[in-house]
């Protein structure tokens, strides 16, 4: 089975700091992406890569940026965190193939408050 | 740009009837549609995807149905269980070589026991 892995489930952290959220897939997908996730918004892209050192920008990037170094591993960065970044964040994973069969895996989620 | 609509918002049925989830988008121009359930406080499990080919796909006790032409899809539920209680996305994906998914903002169903 593939597995995304989100490195916490919750986090608290305090306005102005630079936070660190980090994926993990195992299974060799090239794509990656991360989301955010608030009630009566659903969910909203903030980055994507599809190859090492590549990103592309989704819909909200402002206050965010991403490094992706390995393969495996996709992370989101919050360099000065405010209290409108307070939601649930998601990573998923799925193949680089043209296919129409490409699944998108998710990891568990993290929630996220800034006080 | 692609929208996706999932109506209703919340739905609760007794246990062991059969229902549909509802999922509209407006632009048919699309790859594959996938299912997804999220408990609540979780991430997103995969449960059915459709190929822009298809009409349907079967697992267990759900199926689901692609209707391009008309932008929509439903997820039907056999013999629901207290167990399927859960937040129901659908999220499209737009074409060839585009991987951005776009998701509707869910149903969340409640089976009553």
């Known amino acids: 089975d593939v597995k995304v892995t989100q490195s916490s489930r919750y986090l608290v952290k305090r306005t102005g700091e630079k936070v660190f959220l980090e994926c993990v897939q195992d299974m060799d997908h090239e794509n990656m992406f991360w989301y955010r996730q608030d009630p009566g918004l659903g969910l909203r892209l903030i980055y994507f890569s599809y190859d090492v050192k590549m990103k592309e920008k989704g819909d909200i990037p402002e206050g965010y940026s991403v490094s992706r170094e390995k393969k495996e591993r996709f992370s989101l960065i919050l360099e000065s965190a405010s209290t409108n970044q307070t939601s649930m964040y998601l990573c998923?994973?799925?193949?680089?193939?043209?296919?129409?069969?490409?699944?998108?895996?998710f990891g568990q989620g993290t929630r996220l408050t800034v006080v | 740009k692609q929208e996706v609509t999932q109506i209703p918002a919340a739905l609760s049925v007794p246990e062991g009837e059969n229902l549909v989830l509802n999922c509209s988008f407006t632009d048919s121009a699309i790859y594959n549609l996938q299912w997804f359930r999220q408990d609540p406080g979780k991430g997103l499990t995969s449960l059915l995807l459709i190929q822009s080919s298809q009409r349907e796909q079967t697992s267990g006790r759900l199926n689901a149905s692609l209707d391009k032409s008309s932008g929509r899809s439903t997820l039907y539920i056999a013999a629901s269980q207290p167990g399927d209680s859960a937040t129901y996305l659908c999220?499209?994906?737009?074409?060839?070589?585009?991987?951005?998914?776009?998701f509707g903002t869910g149903t969340r169903l409640t089976i009553i026991p």
């Open positions: 998923a994973s799925s193949l680089l193939i043209y296919r129409a069969d490409t699944e998108a895996f």
């Open positions: 999220a499209v994906r737009p074409g060839f070589g585009n991987e951005k998914l776009t």
